[in-house]
Every structure is written in C-alpha cells, then in structure tokens.
C-alpha cells in the first residue's frame, strides 16, 4: 500500500492538521494509484472506541483514483481507542454529548478545507461506520457545498440536525450510499430505514444496500461501496 503516516504537520509536509490551538488532528492516507482527470478524495471516519487504522485496512479495496484519507479522532477513550463524541446507551437509546458533537463537525469541517487546499482537490465524499458513519451524515447534510458524497455504514442520521437542514438544491445534489447489517444490535437497521426515508422526503438520492450481517463491514459491503463511488466519476 501507498501510504503515509502520522505526526508531521501539513506545513511541514506529513499529515496531521491543527484543529484547535495546541492540538493536532492526525490522520493516514493513501494517495491516488493513478492519475485521473477529476481530483477525488474519501475521507473515514471510524466508529467510537476504535481509530484511524480500522477503515483504512480497505484503502486498496476502494478506487485507485482516489486520496484515502482516515483520520483519528480527537477524544481519547483508552489505549488506541478514540471517538467523536460520548455516547450514552444507559436508557436503551443512545443519547448524545451535543457540545462535543458540535466542536467534532467543526474538526471534520476545518480537516476537510485543508485537504481541500492542500491537495487541489475537486471532489471529497465523507464516509464512515457508526459513529463516523453519523458524523459523516451530519458534515455533509449541514454543509453540502463541501461535500460532494456521503457513506453512511451502520450508522444513523441524528435527529437533532434535522431542524438544521435547509433542503435546497445544493442538499439535493448530495451523492449517498448506505449500507448497513440487517442483523445490527448496536445500531439496528431501522436506523438505515429512517434515514433512506427521510432523505427521500427532501428529495436527496441515495443507494441503499442492506447485508445479512450485524455490526460490522464485510469485503461484499466495501465492493459495492468502490463500485458505487466509480459510477459517481
């Protein structure tokens, strides 16, 4: 694989971006196998508990045209796990930090403008799995004049952002792939459904896939999700 690691600063040419005074957004990327016309990149965001290593094992399974770019998250849960945000499941539903939650979109929003300038880039979908799969609905619906495309695995589209969403053409123009385990007991697939149906009442477009699987991404998931992001060329 052609990668690159951690621990250097954009400035200096490696791969990590300031994100708040003092602290430092790091990340892994892997860049394009070939060259193409358009300047496509796909930034991972990794569930809560894990950390920029998790999605980025699938780098070589996604199109060889594209920047792969996985960063960590900024709040530490424990030895090599992080996450976006804490998350409550005590009462049978998960229930948010919303102060976090808010200061992780800008984190996403600030990595994403920089790769933006720093790569010349012309298009960058968002994707991830669970937690990063929901950061990556939020992102996105919230700021779509950035991003080009959604992937959503396992995750959910929270209904605190709803209200915030202003569905107009550039929302509409938003590119979606969802794929989530029918047998999901973390994040159950209705969780899926609600988003398809609720994307499909503001009129946003979408390829919806469902695995007999549980909480988790198999190689058939990350195939369709390398076909679909050649068909979105």
Known sequence: MNESTTNLHFETGGNTVNHQQGSYLEFLIRE????SPKRRALVLLHGVGSNEQDL???ADLLPDDLYVISPRAPLVFGAD??????????SGK???????????????????????????????????FSQGAIMSYTVALLN???ITG???????????????????????SLKVFIGHGILDNMLPVNYAREAKKYLSSIGVNFSYHEYPSGHTISNELIADVSAWLNSCK
Request: overall charge neutral; cysteine-free.
């Open 32 to 35: 394009p196998k070939v060259v």
């Open 56 to 58: 980025f094992r699938f």
């Open 81 to 90: 796990r992080y996450g976006w945000y804490h998350v409550d499941f005590s």
């Open 94 to 128: 998960p229930v948010i930090n919303s102060q976090e939650e808010m200061e992780a979109r800008s984190v996403i929003l600030n990595l994403v403008d920089q790769l933006y300038e720093h790569f010349r880039l012309d298009e960058l979908f968002l994707g991830g």
């Open 144 to 146: 779509p004049g950035k």
């Open 150 to 172: 959604i992937v959503a695995l396992s995750g959910r589209l929270l209904e605190e952002i709803k209200p915030l969403i202003r569905p107009d053409r550039s929302v509409r």
